[in-house]
């Protein structure tokens, strides 16, 4: 079973400032997504990656394949970017995807 | 209407009621999935249906149980649930499988007195 660990669990910072939000994993996999969960449920997938670095606007999520890792970072936090961060990865033993228990990120202004 | 969607939004029932939960997506994928979601716990799939066959059950108990009439409906029905079911149900489809992008709906709130 492959064991999924997300840090931090909880983060507050202030607007502007740059984010990081890690996920480890201890089993080799084929990909990993990230996902975005607002208030209130609704999760929307902001990438799948298997190697390398991918960008969309502020969000930068990169993989290390052989260290097992891959980050989520936001650059200009702005209080919109307040959710739930999770981790899934495809792979490594099991059928399905196996979550994160997620970071819950605050962006104060 | 685009997207996943699901019906209703919240739900409160009694451990003796029965109901249903649908989720329509309007995507033209072949995959749905029905994922619960616990108050600290990962996200634990359910079921997974892939061209409206059953291609997974993660050993859920039979008081939930899974129909996929069509590839844009998928529907899981309730009876004799306990207190410790309360939890978001959340719908996702993707293009073909696991592989593929998935893409969640808003979630039903559950709550069983």
């Known amino acids: 079973k492959n064991e999924v660990e997300q840090s931090p669990q909880n983060l507050t910072a202030q607007e502007g400032e740059f984010i990081t939000i890690n996920c480890s994993y201890s089993?080799?996999?084929?990909?990993l997504h990230w996902l975005q969960q607002h208030p209130g449920g609704g999760i929307v997938s902001l990438f799948m990656?298997?190697?390398g670095k991918k960008k969309h606007g502020r969000l930068i999520a990169t993989i290390n394949i052989q260290e097992k890792h891959s980050s989520l970072h936001i650059t200009a936090s702005h209080p919109r970017d307040s959710a739930v961060y999770i981790c899934a990865l495809l792979g490594g033993g099991a059928d399905g995807l196996t979550f994160g228990k997620g970071t819950h990120l605050i962006i104060q202004p | 209407e685009t997207g996943v969607t699901q019906t209703p939004r919240h739900l409160v029932m009694g451990m003796t009621n029965k109901k249903s939960l649908k989720c329509e997506q309007h995507l033209g994928h072949n995959a749905m999935y029905w994922y619960k979601q616990s108050a600290k716990k990962p996200l634990e799939l359910m079921f997974v249906y892939s061209l409206e066959e059953r291609v997974e059950n993660n050993s859920v108990p039979s008081r939930f149980s899974p129909e996929c009439p069509n590839s844009s409906h998928l529907f899981l029905h309730l009876h004799t649930l306990q207190p410790e079911d309360s939890a978001l149900y959340l719908c996702?489809?993707?293009?073909?499988?696991?592989?593929?992008?998935?893409?969640f709906g808003p979630g039903t709130r559950l709550t069983v007195l």
């Open positions: 996702a489809s993707s293009q073909r499988g696991v592989g593929d992008t998935q893409y």
């Open positions: 990656l298997s190697s």
């Open positions: 089993v080799g996999i084929s990909a």
